[in-house]
C-alpha cells in the first residue's frame, strides 16, 4: 500500500463546477499537507499548505485536512479552464530528519468551456 | 513566474557528454533540492542542501554530482548519462529543511539523453 493514495483520474468538468480533489495517506506522523499545481512543461507551484485539521481558504481555493481520517482534499470553486492542470497532494515527513516530502500520483484536471 | 530559476530550459546530450543544470534563488531560502520528474508522475527527490552542505543523498548514481557553491545557487553537473535519465529535473528551496517550510520549485530543465 502506497503511503499517499491519489486518484490520478482524468477528471473532465465543466467550466464553473465545483471541482473535489482528494487524498488518503496511511502515515499518522504526517504534519504538513500541500497542494502543487502543475501545468504542462512547467514545475509545481504551491497553492495551499496547512498543518492543523480544518479548513483553510484562498480565492476560489479551499484546502480541508481530517487527521483523524487521514484524509485532505482540494476544492476550487467556479472552475476556469485555466485550471486545467495536474494537482499534487504532498506531506511532509518528519521521520527523515529534513523536509521530506510525500506525494501523491497527482490528479490530472480539465476544465472544458 | 517562479522565483526559481533555473537554466537551461531544454538540454540534448549524447551519453558521452558532460553538462550541468542551474537554479538560482534569491529568496533568503537556506535549504535546496533535486528532484527528478518522470512523465505522468510525481516528482522523486535526489539530493537536499542544508546551509550550502550536502545532507541528504538519495542513492543516487554517481554520473549525477551536484554541487552548491553558495547559498543562491545550486548546480547539478552530469556525465556519462543513461537514455532512461532522460525526465525534468526540478530545483527546490525552501527556508530550512524542517518540515513547518514549504518547498517551492523552479519550472525545471527537461533533459533528453541520446
Known amino acids: 500500500q502506497k503511503e499517499v493514495e491519489q486518484d490520478p483520474g482524468p477528471l473532465s468538468v465543466p467550466e464553473g463546477a465545483i471541482v473535489s480533489l482528494n487524498c488518503t495517506y496511511s502515515?499518522?506522523?504526517?504534519?504538513?499537507f500541500m497542494w502543487y499545481r502543475q501545468y504542462s512543461r512547467k514545475g509545481p507551484e504551491l497553492l495551499m499548505y496547512?498543518?492543523?485539521?480544518g479548513n483553510k481558504e484562498d480565492g476560489r481555493f479551499t484546502a480541508q485536512v481530517d487527521k483523524s481520517s487521514k484524509y485532505i482534499s482540494l476544492f476550487i470553486r467556479d472552475s476556469q479552464p485555466s485550471d486545467s492542470a495536474t494537482y499534487l497532494c504532498a506531506m511532509s515527513d518528519p521521520s527523515g530528519g529534513y523536509n521530506k516530502l510525500i506525494f501523491g500520483a497527482g490528479t490530472r484536471l480539465a476544465v472544458h468551456p | 513566474d517562479t522565483e526559481v530559476t533555473q537554466t537551461p530550459k531544454h538540454l540534448v546530450m549524447g551519453m558521452t557528454n558532460k553538462k550541468s543544470l542551474k537554479c538560482e534563488q534569491h529568496m533568503g531560502h537556506r535549504a535546496m533540492y533535486w528532484y527528478k520528474q518522470k512523465a505522468k508522475k510525481p516528482p522523486e527527490l535526489m539530493f537536499v542542501?542544508?546551509?550550502?552542505?550536502?545532507?541528504i543523498n538519495e542513492s543516487v548514481p554517481s554520473r549525477f554530482s551536484p554541487e552548491c557553491p553558495n547559498s543562491s545557487l545550486l548546480n547539478l553537473h552530469l556525465h556519462a548519462l543513461q537514455p532512461e535519465d532522460s525526465a525534468l529535473y526540478l530545483c527546490?528551496?525552501?527556508?530550512?529543511?524542517?518540515?513547518?517550510?514549504?518547498?517551492?520549485f523552479g519550472n525545471g530543465t527537461r533533459l533528453t539523453v541520446t
Open positions: 527546490a528551496s525552501s527556508q530550512r529543511t524542517g518540515n513547518n517550510s514549504p518547498l517551492h
Open positions: 502515515n499518522s506522523a504526517f504534519q504538513y
Open positions: 496547512t498543518y492543523s485539521s
Open positions: 542542501y542544508s546551509y550550502e552542505k550536502l545532507s
